[in-house]
């Protein structure tokens, strides 16, 4: 069965701060997608990325960047500079391509505080 | 164009009475996701509708839920004979078809059962 452990349950940093928020996965299945989304306090959930498993290139959108690593089963999520704006409960989540469970199961979320 | 709509956004029942849930999607989305969202289970997966095809309800916690999607658009998801243990936020998803994209999520509608 699949399975996504996060960790970090909450972290905390001072604005401008570079944060890592880390994801390990478990699946069966040689093809899968990871994800990352964003809670803000409003509660509605953000997608940030989507990664196939046969991409493993590290990917940067602005302040955030992902480092996808097979070998350890790891999705990490780095935030550099960080904002006040970035506060949020972050989410990593596991769809499986093969066994027909197109849903995501998530792992318990980060929740990240950024201080002013 | 419009995202994912719910509706009720709050419901406050009382145990042992049922609750319907409502969710539209993005107009043209063939798949829907029923999600939980509560304090101890983290984000649960309920039910996914993908177009005509039977539905995965593998992740319905009893038979007091139950859910169903007309003409491939709006769902409703169910919840029979509520329990203080269902109250929880209940999140609906559409993503564009069957390959794992990217699902949007409606507000959610918090449910509380008295």
């Known amino acids: 069965a699949q399975k996504v452990t996060q960790a970090q349950t909450e972290i905390s940093v001072v604005e401008k701060e570079d944060v890592t928020l880390d994801c390990v996965y478990e699946t069966r299945d040689t093809t899968y997608y990871l994800f990352w989304y964003k809670q803000p306090p409003s509660g509605e959930l953000v997608f940030l990325i989507r990664?196939?498993?046969?991409?493993?290139q590290n990917e940067i959108s602005g302040r955030y960047s992902w480092n996808f690593q097979k070998s350890t089963s790891s999705f990490n999520f780095t935030i550099t500079a960080s904002q006040v704006v970035d506060s949020a409960v972050y989410f990593c989540a596991l769809s499986e391509a093969n066994t027909g469970r197109r849903a995501l199961t998530f792992g318990s979320g980060t929740r990240l505080q950024v201080q002013p | 164009g419009a995202g994912v709509s719910q509706s009720p956004s709050n419901k406050v029942t009382e145990k042992g009475k049922d609750v319907e849930l409502r969710c539209d999607p993005i107009s043209g989305h063939t798949a829907l996701y029923w999600y939980r969202q509560s304090l101890g289970q983290g984000l649960e997966f309920l039910i996914y509708?993908?177009?005509?095809?039977?539905?995965?309800k593998s992740g319905l916690p009893s038979d007091r839920f139950s859910a169903e999607r007309t003409g491939g658009s709006v769902s409703t998801l169910t919840i029979q004979r509520t329990q203080q243990e269902d109250s929880a936020v209940y999140l609906c998803a559409s993503s564009r078809d069957r390959t794992p994209n990217e699902q949007f999520f409606g507000p959610g509608t918090r449910l509380t059962v008295l």
């Open positions: 990664r196939n498993s046969f991409d493993e």
């Open positions: 509708f993908q177009g005509n095809s039977a539905p995965d």
